[in-house]
Nanobody, 129 residues
């Protein structure tokens, strides 16, 4: 089994920044992707960003491209989401996800939450206006 633990959420003023962390432990794969999703109140969960290992390829939702940056620390099995210029619409619970990937997967694979079998419990982010 894989365990994922998110941290770094909290209350931030509009225009501010936060960095979320997701630490993985347990079973590991030689090729995998870690991703961030979020779910706002009354809305469906949406994809934000993903990063692969070992290649380090990144994928972003258009809605956060240029404001959010995903990165990783392989030694710590941790992925980060740097979020800048936050606004009220970014208020949500942010989830980390992970699963094994195979060569040839296109971007459509990474944005589909149904492809991820391992999830954290989420960390809430509230942006005050």
């Amino acid at each position: 089994q894989v365990q994922l633990v998110e941290s770094g959420g909290g209350l931030v003023q509009a225009g501010g920044s936060l960095r979320l962390s997701c630490a993985a432990s347990g079973r590991t794969f030689s090729n995998y992707a870690m991703a961030w999703f979020r779910q706002a109140p009354g809305k469906e969960r949406e994809f934000l960003a993903a990063i692969t290992r070992p290649g380090g390829s990144t994928y972003y939702a258009d809605s956060v491209k240029g404001r959010f940056t995903i990165s990783r620390d392989n030694a710590k099995l941790t992925v980060y989401l740097q979020m800048n210029s936050l606004n009220h619409e970014d208020t949500a619970v942010y989830y980390c996800a992970l699963d094994r990937v195979r060569p040839g997967y296109g971007s459509s694979w990474y944005i589909d939450q149904g492809n991820y079998n391992y999830w954290g419990r989420g960390t809430p982010v509230t942006v005050s206006s």
